[in-house]
């Protein structure tokens, strides 16, 4: 029998692929993230997170110069600050780490895009995303603390604030703060549907925000709901989010494919500190080719509807981008 349809014609060559490629990973669509702590000269690796490292504002600095360099466009800045309190005061001193790493970034690299995360998990005692009533997590007088955060860190001198407590309404008070302090173009990125996840372990490491206690399914979302994600995402809009997050992402590319079809607005993932663990992990037993799964992996996230990726594997990735 002839065939006269032959899909295999459009995949001989790599010019054929190249030409008829539905989706195109570029370093344009990386975000890096950063973890910043107190002190000078000082560049700690996370064991967890091989290539990974906790670094003093100076060395942030530096960091940032050859992310730049690699045409990486933006960072995304945690910190462990140098005191811990009930309420987490510290996530909007203006002296600890993350403020004075998003002044010092944007004073020596001020065409890449700095984003502050906003949270209180690494401040608190408690290891909990806001303030407590007991061992509740009391939404709304956790609502003014980050809003508090938003505008030290706007402030500061950052392009976008990211909030990641997922307290209800928080976007809402955070737009209302960051307006009332004439941050007007400081954009939202909003973690709208982030989920109670086991991808976190390595990240809790890194930033030293494990809770004390009990978990966070009190206020993150259920691995099993979908529905609910949509319904995060409209009132994040509603609110005032500039840009709507999907975390964890390769386990959720379903949500992260539902979250595309119904919003005209940009949409991120954070690839987490897990998923990059296992690729490293089994890339470090010669199980697999790292260049071939994180390229594959980060495609597919860009497949799903992705136009920002957060990922640990970014400079590698726009290394690998480069050489073709």
């Not at 490629?21 to 993230?33: A, C, G, H, I």
């Not at 408690?126 to 609502?143: A, R």
């Amino acid at each position: 029998m002839k065939l006269s349809i032959r899909p295999r014609r459009m995949r001989i060559s790599e010019g054929v692929r190249a030409l008829v490629r539905e989706n195109v990973l570029s370093v344009d669509d990386f975000v890096y993230p950063i973890f910043v702590v107190p002190g000078k000269d000082r560049l700690e690796p996370i064991d967890s997170m091989p290539g990974c490292f906790r670094l003093s504002v100076d060395n942030a600095v530096k960091l940032c110069e050859k992310i730049e360099a690699l045409g990486v466009r933006g960072v995304e800045v945690f910190g462990l600050p140098e005191y811990k309190d009930e309420v987490g005061s510290a996530a909007w001193d203006m002296n600890s780490p993350v403020q004075r790493a998003i002044g010092e970034i944007k004073n020596h690299v001020p065409n890449l895009v700095v984003i502050g995360d906003v949270c209180l998990c690494q401040y608190t005692s408690h290891g909990h995303c806001g303030k407590l009533t007991g061992s509740y997590v009391n939404n709304d007088e956790t609502l003014e603390l980050l809003a508090k955060v938003a505008v030290s860190q706007a402030a500061a001198g950052a392009d976008m604030v990211a909030p990641s407590d997922m307290m209800d309404g928080r976007v809402a008070a955070i737009r209302k703060a960051l307006d009332d302090n004439n941050f007007i173009n400081t954009a939202i990125m909003a973690y709208s549907v982030k989920y109670a996840s086991a991808y976190y372990g390595p990240f809790r490491e890194a930033a030293d925000s494990a809770p004390a206690f009990g978990d966070r399914r009190q206020y993150q979302m259920d691995a099993a709901n979908s529905r609910e994600a949509m319904k995060e995402v409209a009132l994040d809009l509603e609110e005032g989010a500039d840009i709507i997050m999907v975390k964890p992402a390769m386990a959720y590319l379903d949500i992260v494919r539902q979250v595309r079809d119904s919003v005209d607005f940009p949409v991120a993932v954070y690839n987490v500190s897990g998923e990059y663990a296992m690729v490293k992990a089994a890339a470090a037993k010669g199980w697999i080719d790292e260049k071939r799964i994180v390229l594959e992996t980060l495609t597919a996230m860009k497949r799903a509807g992705a136009d920002i990726i957060i990922t640990y594997h970014a400079l590698d990735a726009a290394k690998w981008l480069r050489e073709g």
